[in-house]
């Protein structure tokens, strides 16, 4: 974990940051059989000769709804960050803002909602907890409450932080690049993808 922070950021992690990222990735790490893993043991079963081919098989199909969801997420935070940052102080009406604005074009409002767990990802509650705990909480964690907040009023009903708001949440704020946000999800996979294929 440390190695890879060195290598994402050209420093070393505090023990706090190597604390979060090995958190992150043992949070985002497995998902059953969820389309990446099909995909991997598919392409192992018709080539079992390439292993390599069947873990690259599981990472390609990273997008907006499997894997990437992170990366959606906390760009759509550091844009509501942007925003009140222009256009004033209060970090609430730019949470409503952005949420509004995502609803207008039918779209979800990404790191909210989950089909299994309607009180809250349980993996998202410990994140966060872990985050007030060790005060490393900052303005992405706020955003991200702020939004939680807002969506009642917009979307009519509440939705749960789900772990894809809590992760970019934390790591945001403890100083990870948003440009690399896809690489947790893909070197957690990664790491998935071998067990899955050992199995």
């Not at 995909?39 to 990273?62: K, N």
């Not at 349980?122 to 005060?135: K, S």
Request: aromatic fraction near 6%; proline fraction near 7%.
């Amino acid at each position: 974990t440390s190695y890879f922070w060195l290598l994402v950021t050209g420093a070393a992690p505090s023990p706090v940051q190597r604390l979060f990222a090995d958190a992150v990735l043992a949070a985002i790490a497995e998902h059953g059989l969820v389309p990446s893993v099909v995909a991997a043991r598919m392409t192992y079963a018709a080539a079992p000769e390439a292993f390599q081919g069947a873990v690259a098989a599981g990472l390609l199909g990273c997008g907006s709804v499997v894997l990437g969801s992170a990366e959606v997420a906390g760009r759509f935070l550091a844009g509501l960050i942007a925003d009140a940052d222009a256009h004033g102080p209060s970090v609430q009406a730019a949470a409503e803002r952005g949420a509004k604005a995502l609803r207008e074009r039918k779209q979800p409002i990404p790191g909210f909602g989950h089909p299994l767990h309607a009180g809250g990802d349980p993996r998202a509650l410990l994140l966060l907890d872990m985050a007030r705990e060790h005060g490393v909480a900052a303005r992405h964690v706020e955003m991200l409450y702020a939004v939680r907040d807002a969506i009642p009023a917009i979307v009519g009903r509440p939705l749960p932080i789900n772990v894809n708001g809590a992760i970019p949440a934390v790591m945001l704020d403890v100083g990870f690049p948003l440009a690399a946000l896809k690489g947790i999800s893909l070197l957690a996979r990664t790491a998935s993808l071998i067990g899955h294929l050992q199995e």
